[in-house]
């Protein structure tokens, strides 16, 4: 099953979130220079979340998710540091959320917080 994963930055908590390039032939069909809307799924909660996913038209795509996925990030209280990892699976596309926290003198990544 196709995935990405990325520690969050500033731009993806401020603005939208910058979407691996190698991730795109996952998304849903796109032609560039508009906002396609597609279900997303919180692995954590089964929540569904509409996502915008957006492309420029020019010759450098810099694919990127926004909509939604501000709801989703405000919702969860994601800040920069946190790791978010999305799926594909045909048509269906999934995303978990991780903290790193620190447990008995080791840093885990964590989807409880």
């Known amino acids: 099953m196709p995935s990405f994963s990325k520690i ?8 939208q979130m910058a979407v691996n390039s190698d991730f795109v032939d996952h998304l849903p069909e796109h032609r560039g220079g508009e906002t396609v809307n597609f279900p997303v799924v919180d692995v954590r909660s089964g929540t569904t979340w509409q996502f915008g ?19 989703y990030r405000r ?10 990892t999305f799926w594909a699976d045909g048509g269906n596309y999934s995303v978990q ?17």
């Open 8 to 15: 969050l930055s500033e731009g993806d908590i401020k603005r």
């Open 97 to 113: 959320a991780e903290r790193k926290v620190s447990l008995m003198g080791r840093e885990i990544w964590t989807s409880d917080f």
């Open 75 to 84: 919702h969860r209280g994601l800040k920069v540091g946190d790791k978010i």
């Open 53 to 71: 996913y957006y492309v420029r038209r020019d010759g450098h795509p810099k694919p990127v998710f926004l909509g939604g996925w501000h709801d």
